[in-house]
């Protein structure tokens, strides 16, 4: 399996990054496997990676009264765990193997680069973390997405050390 390809195939980098700028975050990633029923990522910790499905599937749960809600299920082509990666916040979701998965490994370090070279990233990021959050139904789902984006992408700038755009 080729990362460079996976990487093209996921329109957050495909649409946003040069060849070249996917080829060094490719460079800077890794295949990982996962197999049924193995926990992914706890909700609660703090998240160092976010993965791309390459195959497999992921179930997305949250803790609700003592229980485990299923809200969403991720396949191949699908990214998880940017949430947490992005903005230093905790993990919002447990993620467990549904099938044997394997995925491609995104690191915080793989990530800043890109962020110096693309700024159109961040942003686009910034909107695809708002859409999550009011998946997950949290306090602030009910704010507009625009709104919620701008203050996510305020988020990770302070995350990854990049100051505000200049205004004009």
């Given at each position: 399996?080729?990362?460079?390809?996976?990487?093209?195939?996921?329109?957050?980098?495909?649409?946003?990054?040069?060849?070249?700028?996917?080829?060094?975050l490719a460079a800077r990633c890794r295949l990982v496997?996962?197999?049924?029923?193995?926990?992914?990522?706890?909700?609660?910790?703090?998240?160092?990676?976010?993965?791309?499905?390459?195959?497999?599937?992921?179930?997305?749960?949250?803790?609700?009264?003592?229980?485990?809600?299923?809200?969403?299920?991720?396949?191949?082509?699908?990214?998880?765990?940017?949430?947490?990666?992005?903005?230093?916040?905790?993990?919002?979701?447990?993620?467990?193997?549904?099938?044997?998965?394997?995925?491609?490994?995104?690191?915080?370090?793989?990530?800043?680069?890109?962020?110096?070279?693309?700024?159109?990233?961040?942003?686009?990021?910034?909107?695809?973390?708002?859409?999550?959050?009011?998946?997950?139904?949290?306090?602030?789902?009910?704010?507009?997405?625009?709104?919620?984006?701008?203050?996510?992408?305020?988020?990770?700038?302070?995350?990854?050390g990049r100051p505000p755009p200049v205004s004009s």
């Amino acid at each position: 399996m080729d990362i460079l390809d996976v990487l093209g195939r996921i329109s957050l980098f495909a649409d946003v990054l040069t060849p070249q700028q996917r080829s060094e975050l490719a460079a800077r990633c890794r295949l990982v496997t996962y197999t049924r029923g193995m926990i992914v990522m706890n909700e609660g910790d703090f998240g160092g990676f976010m993965l791309a499905i390459v195959t497999g599937r992921l179930g997305v749960t949250v803790a609700e009264r003592k229980t485990a809600r299923p809200v969403a299920t991720l396949g191949p082509g699908e990214i998880v765990g940017e949430m947490s990666l992005l903005t230093g916040a905790r993990r919002a979701a447990t993620v467990t193997a549904i099938d044997t998965t394997i995925a491609v490994e995104i690191t915080k370090v793989a990530l800043e680069a890109m962020f110096l070279r693309s700024p159109d990233l961040l942003d686009r990021m910034g909107a695809l973390l708002a859409e999550r959050r009011a998946k997950l139904g949290g306090p602030d789902a009910p704010r507009a997405s625009e709104s919620r984006a701008r203050e996510i992408v305020e988020a990770m700038r302070r995350m990854f050390g990049r100051p505000p755009p200049v205004s004009s």
